[in-house]
Nanobody, 113 residues
Framework: QVQLVESGGGLVQAGGSLRLSCAAS??????MGWYRQAPGKQRELVAT???????TYADSVKGRFTISRDNAKNTVYLQMNSLKPEDTAVYYC?????????WGQGTQVTVSS
């Protein structure tokens, strides 16, 4: 059973920074990433990164967020800078194996104006 342990959420003022971490048990996953869901909205992609370090970003976070991973620790990170109130959401770690996709429990990020 794959377990994902997320950390790093919290409350920050607009313009501030936070760093999310997600440690995965089990094998190295082909793709690791982050999604978010704001109240009343659908879950949306934030960023993903392949096992060889190729990132993909949502347009809304390009230039502000950076995704990275440490394969030795089986951990994916999301460095979030220049945060805006519209970034407020529950952020979910997502990892994709060969046969299945797994989700973390979510961590709340709240950006005050």
């Amino acid at each position: 059973q794959v377990q994902l342990v997320e950390s790093g959420g919290g409350l920050v003022q607009a313009g501030g920074s936070l760093r999310l971490s997600c440690a995965a048990s089990g094998n190295i996953f082909r793709i690791m990433g982050w999604y978010r869901q704001a109240p009343g909205k659908q879950r949306e992609l934030v960023a993903t990164i392949t096992s060889v370090g190729i990132p993909t970003y949502a347009d809304s976070v390009k230039g502000r967020f950076t995704i990275s991973r440490d394969n030795a620790k089986n951990t994916v990170y999301l460095q979030m800078n220049s945060l805006k109130p519209e970034d407020t959401a529950v952020y979910y770690c997502n990892v994709r194996g060969v046969l299945a996709t797994y989700w973390g429990q979510g961590t709340q990020v709240t950006v005050s104006s």
